[in-house]
């Protein structure tokens, strides 16, 4: 196991997460990170090996989802090529991984298999409440 390193810019959000994977990924040797947040609690095993099946190591390839990016940046690959903006834009105090992807190299990929009566919405709902680990009773 890999002892648990602190953001390098401590309370600036989920990018300077995405940039200290990207630090200790490039430090490593390594071509990229599985950026995966910890409130996506719907979010499986095989929709992460989907993501990384499908990722070339290059940008950043994350699922279709609805908002406004149109796809979920804290449930995506992030290539260690992408390093250079990421820092830049949280230098310029720009902290949003979403608004981000339309300025780096981005798949949008589809989740294939979802599970029986889910969408992406409903997968990628962050569970901040116990109520929010409860079905979608909307989509039933």
Known sequence: TSPVRPDVRPGRGPLAGIET????AAERGRRGIV????????VDGAL???????????GVI???????W??????AAWAVDVLPTVSEAL???RASPGALLSTLSTRILTASGLPEGSDGEQIFRSANRPAD??????TL
Do not use: I, K, M, Y
């Open 70 to 75: 149109g796809a979920e940046p804290l449930c």
């Open 62 to 68: 994350a699922f279709e989802a609805p908002g406004p």
């Open 21 to 24: 994977g990207l630090l200790e």
């Open 91 to 93: 230098d310029a105090g």
């Open 48 to 58: 992460v090996a989907q993501l990384v099946s499908a990722w070339n190591g290059t």
């Open 35 to 42: 950026a995966l947040a910890c409130d996506l609690v719907h």
């Open 133 to 138: 680990l409860e079905p979608d009773r909307s």
